[in-house]
């Protein structure tokens, strides 16, 4: 009995060991098969992962998601969560949006390690709501210089008046006759968020690209504007597609291909979800969306190309 003892108090220190390689950040290979050499049967090739695999799974079993990256395990989520308030989560989506403008990287990269160690320690939701936060935080105080531009917006925006934009895009000089939406603040730039109109699109617009902004006394119709679409669905996707509550099946046709009627969808929403299918969905109408969905395919081909050269 004594000897059973002693191995699984072994077991455990060793366990211990390796969650405080996790927890540094330092778990690396050869210093985790240092720990649990002394379990490895020399004699077989395939006992090593298979002590490594062991002990990893002992750890998932607590709900800690660990993976292995290059040379180094990484934890990916905490077996605790550290209870946090909204004031807290947004300290901490400050922090890490403010951050970004650091001249000094190392101090960057600490404050960053810092912030990462805080975040595997909070629960999902408080994840999703940290999200939330960095990704739309005002940071209006880094904008004194274009104070004049932010609050003739602001007016704009309460309004909600037909307006036409004239803005600056890659040398060229666009103009779009758009609902006004919200101003988005980051540490680098302020947009105007916009409804396009004829695009049936948002568009999120630099201020200090902004050269003019003309306003009607006419009254849009709400952003979420919605119409039919029609689309074809083929192959393996319209054997499994699962039609929501806004559609309705209209075709079954002899290839196996399905048409789906769709009312009341966003065309944001719509045309992302769309795109998602590739070439296993086809839009048969309206045309403009046809013509929407092939431009953002080739904007997103031309992005690739250029990342790739």
Same mark, same amino acid.
């Given at each position: 009995?004594?000897?059973?003892?002693?191995?699984? *108090?072994?077991?455990?220190?060793?366990?211990?060991?390796?969650? *405080?390689?996790?927890?540094?950040?330092?778990?690396?290979?050869?210093?985790?098969?240092?720990?649990?050499?002394?379990?490895?049967?020399?004699?077989?090739?395939? *006992?090593?992962?298979?002590?490594?695999?062991?002990? @990893?799974?002992?750890?998932?079993? #607590?709900?800690?998601?660990?993976?292995?990256?290059?040379?180094?395990?990484?934890?990916? *989520?905490?077996?605790?969560?550290?209870?946090?308030?909204?004031?807290?989560?947004?300290?901490?989506?400050?922090?890490?949006?403010?951050?970004?403008? #650091?001249?000094?990287?190392?101090?960057?990269?600490?404050?960053?390690?810092? @912030?990462?160690?805080?975040?595997?320690?909070? %629960?999902?939701?408080?994840?999703?709501? +940290?999200?939330?936060?960095?990704?739309?935080?005002?940071?209006?105080?880094?904008?004194?210089?274009?104070?004049?531009?932010?609050?003739?917006?602001?007016?704009?925006?309460? %309004?909600?008046?037909?307006?036409?934009?004239?803005?600056?895009?890659?040398?060229k000089i666009l103009k779009t006759k758009c609902q006004p939406n919200e101003l988005?603040?980051?540490?680098k730039t302020v947009k105007l968020s916009v409804y396009d109109t004829q695009k049936?699109?948002?568009?999120?617009?630099?201020?200090?690209n902004i050269l003019n902004i003309a306003e009607f006394h006419s009254r849009n119709?709400?952003?979420?504007?919605?119409?039919?679409?029609?689309?074809?669905?083929?192959?393996?996707?319209?054997?499994?597609?699962?039609?929501?509550?806004?559609?309705?099946?209209?075709?079954?046709?002899?290839?196996?291909?399905?048409?789906?009627?769709?009312?009341?969808?966003?065309?944001?929403?719509?045309?992302?979800? +769309?795109?998602?299918?590739?070439?296993?969905?086809?839009?048969?109408?309206?045309?403009?969306?046809?013509?929407?969905?092939?431009?953002?395919?080739?904007?997103?081909?031309?992005?690739?190309?250029?990342?790739?050269?």
């Open positions: 009995m004594a000897n059973s003892n002693e191995k699984l *108090n072994n077991g455990c220190l060793k366990i211990f060991k390796f969650l *405080n390689l996790l927890y540094e950040d330092k778990a690396y290979y050869e210093d985790v098969i240092n720990i649990f050499k002394d379990d490895i049967n020399e004699q077989s090739d395939n *006992n090593l992962q298979v002590v490594l695999n062991k002990h @990893i799974n002992t750890l998932r079993v #607590f709900g800690m998601k660990i993976s292995k990256q290059n040379n180094k395990y990484t934890l990916e *989520n905490s077996m605790f969560s550290m209870p946090l308030t909204n004031e807290d989560l947004k300290s901490i989506s400050i922090l890490s949006k403010a951050i970004e403008n #650091f001249p000094d990287e190392i101090s960057k990269k600490n404050v960053n390690e810092f @912030i990462n160690t805080i975040i595997m320690r909070i %629960n999902n939701d408080d994840k999703y709501t +940290l999200t939330n936060y960095t990704n739309n935080y005002n940071f209006p105080f880094y904008y004194k210089d274009i104070k004049e531009q932010i609050e003739h917006c602001k007016t704009i925006c309460k %309004n909600k008046c037909l307006i036409e934009v004239t803005y600056k895009k890659n040398k988005i603040y980051d540490t049936h699109s948002t568009l999120k617009i630099p201020i200090q119709l709400d952003k979420t504007i919605c119409t039919t679409v029609v689309f074809r669905l083929k192959g393996k996707l319209a054997k499994v597609y699962r039609i929501r509550s806004h559609e309705y099946l209209r075709d079954n046709e002899p290839d196996g291909s399905i048409i789906i009627v769709n009312q009341d969808e966003p065309f944001d929403e719509l045309i992302t979800r +769309l795109m998602r299918y590739r070439n296993l969905c086809e839009i048969i109408s309206p045309k403009f969306m046809r013509d929407k969905m092939i431009e953002t395919i080739n904007e997103t081909l031309e992005k690739y190309k250029e990342e790739k050269s």
